[in-house]
C-alpha cells in the first residue's frame, strides 16, 4: 500500500501517522517554511485564546509562544489530516500536547474541520497518549515534574516532538538553553523540530542562530519565521 493511500492505522492497538519520522519531521518543515501569519493572522489567535482560558477556565494570561503553536498547528493539522487521510476522531490520538487552550485553536473554520474535536475528546485522548508514549514525559534530575515539547506527532516508529520559541524584541537566542532543550528532544525522540518566531518589524538580526544550529545535531530540523510582533502577556478582564 503506498504512502498517500494509507495514513493513519492501528498497530498494536496504537494509532500513527503512516510514515517514517525522518520524514514527517522534513514534511513539517516544509509546512512552517510555507506558511507565514498576517497581522490579522495573530490577532484572531490571540483572540480565540483569550476566549479559551476564559471558558475552559485557565489563568487569566496567555504567552506568545501558545499563539505560535495555535497558528502554526492549525495548519499542521489540517495538511496532515488531508495529506495521510488521517481521520478526524483518530487527530488526537497522533497530534497532541498538553496546551489545553491551544488545542481547539482554528483560524480556516469555513475549510477545517479539526476544530469540531471537543475539550472533552483531547481531554480523553491524552493520558492515553502518554501512556502508549511515556518518551512524552522526560524527567530530569532535581526537577518533580516531567518536561515536555510544545508539540508531539505519532510516526510510524516513534514520535516527532515540535518546540516552539518567541524572540520578541530580544533579538537574540538563549543558545545554552535551546541547546540543553533540544539535545533532551533528540536523545528521547525519533526527530524533533525547533521553530523560532521573531518580531519582523524589528529589522534586527538573530543573534546566536548560526551558533545554535552548529552546536545541534544535524538531524534537529531548525526553523526561523519571522512574523508580527505579539503582545508579551494578554491577559482578559475579570468578570
Not at 489563568?59 to 495521510?84: M, W, Y
Not at 548560526?210 to 531548525?222: F, G, K, M, Q
Amino acid at each position: 500500500m503506498g504512502q498517500d493511500q494509507v495514513v493513519s492505522y492501528m498497530r498494536e492497538d496504537e494509532i500513527c501517522i503512516n510514515t517514517q519520522p525522518a520524514v514527517l519531521a522534513s514534511e513539517v518543515a516544509n509546512i512552517f517554511r510555507a506558511v507565514t501569519p498576517s497581522e490579522q493572522d495573530i490577532a484572531e489567535v490571540q483572540r480565540q485564546l483569550l476566549c479559551r482560558h476564559a471558558d475552559l477556565p485557565l489563568r487569566e494570561k496567555i504567552a506568545p509562544e501558545e499563539v505560535i503553536e495555535g497558528f502554526f498547528r492549525c495548519f499542521l493539522t489540517d495538511h496532515l489530516q488531508r495529506r495521510f487521510k488521517v481521520e478526524l476522531v483518530d487527530i488526537p490520538s497522533c497530534i497532541n500536547s498538553s496546551h489545553t487552550a491551544v488545542r481547539g485553536i482554528c483560524i480556516e473554520k469555513s475549510q477545517h474541520s479539526h476544530q469540531s474535536i471537543t475539550d472533552a475528546e483531547w481531554k480523553k485522548a491524552w493520558p492515553r497518549f502518554k501512556d502508549q508514549h511515556p518518551e512524552v514525559n522526560i524527567y530530569v534530575p532535581g526537577r518533580r515534574s516531567a518536561l515536555r515539547a510544545d508539540l508531539y506527532l505519532v510516526a510510524q516508529g516513534g514520535i516527532v516532538s515540535v518546540e516552539f520559541k518567541y524572540l520578541g524584541s530580544r533579538g537574540a537566542l538563549n543558545v545554552n538553553g535551546c541547546v540543553a532543550q533540544m539535545r533532551r528532544y533528540v536523545e528521547n525522540h525519533a526527530a524533533t523540530l525547533l521553530v523560532i518566531y521573531a518580531n519582523s518589524s524589528d529589522g534586527k538580526e538573530v543573534r546566536g542562530l548560526d551558533r545554535l544550529r552548529n552546536r545541534l545535531d544535524p538531524s534537529v530540523h531548525v526553523i526561523f519565521v519571522s512574523g508580527p510582533a505579539i503582545t508579551d502577556i494578554l491577559s482578559f478582564p475579570s468578570k
